[in-house]
T-cell receptor
């Protein structure tokens, strides 16, 4: 059974810092890995999807990497802004594309 | 393009009452998912449909939860009778993915339906 862990559970940084969010998963037989953003009281917004054959994906100030052999993914946020404050969730996709989620990292970017 | 639509956004009921949530996926998306998100946790899959067939309902508490997608488009999730521990946000998601393959499997989520059971 796939288990996904995100560390840290909460992170507070000053505006402008670069930061890394970590995600680990127990079963390396994943189809893809998705990173989501969740604002309070809202649904999930897809940020990046990395196929199992890929090593990284980039979108604007976001870069996500995937290392299947070690069961790890990271989300790098460059030049953080207060608007980046949210909960970030990673999810590993199984063979039928069901997602197993971590518990998330709650990010606060201080002005 | 319209996103995943869910209703109602909020519902408060007493324990042992029943409740139903509705989801309309993105047009053309064959696969529909219902997830339960308890406060402070990541979403947990309840049921996955492809068209009007069930792909995975292994984590659905079938003694009280039921879901259907009769025409392969919109879906309803019902809880009867509700318990205090069912208080959560119920998220619907859809994807282009099909069993025959060929799609990335990226999921798109609705805003969710927040249930409070008193």
């Amino acid at each position: 059974k796939q288990e996904v862990t995100q560390i840290p559970a909460a992170l507070s940084v000053p505006e402008g810092e670069n930061l890394v969010l970590n995600c680990s998963f127990t079963d390396s037989a994943i189809y893809n890995l998705q990173w989501f953003r969740q604002d309070p009281g809202k649904g999930l917004t897809s940020l990046l999807l990395i196929q199992s054959s890929q090593r990284e994906q980039t979108s604007g100030r976001l870069n996500a990497s995937l290392d299947k052999s070690s069961g790890r993914s990271t989300l790098y946020i460059a030049a953080s802004q207060p608007g980046d404050s949210a909960t970030y969730l990673c999810a590993a996709s199984g063979s039928a594309r069901q997602l197993t989620f971590g518990s998330g990292t709650q990010l606060t970017v201080l002005p | 393009e319209a996103g995943v639509a869910q209703s109602p956004r909020y519902k408060i009921i007493e324990k042992r009452q029943s409740v139903a949530f509705w989801c309309n996926p993105i047009s053309g998306h064959a696969t529909l998912y219902w997830y339960q998100q308890i406060l402070g946790q990541g979403p947990k899959l309840l049921i996955q449909f492809q068209n009007n067939g069930v792909v995975d309902d292994s984590q659905l508490p079938k003694d009280r939860f039921s879901a259907e997608r009769l025409k392969g488009v919109d879906s309803t999730l019902k809880i009867q009778p509700a318990k205090l521990e069912d208080s959560a946000v119920y998220l619907c998601a859809s994807s282009l993915w099909r069993l025959a393959g060929g799609e990335t499997g990226e999921l798109f989520f609705g805003e969710g339906s927040r249930l409070t059971v008193l």
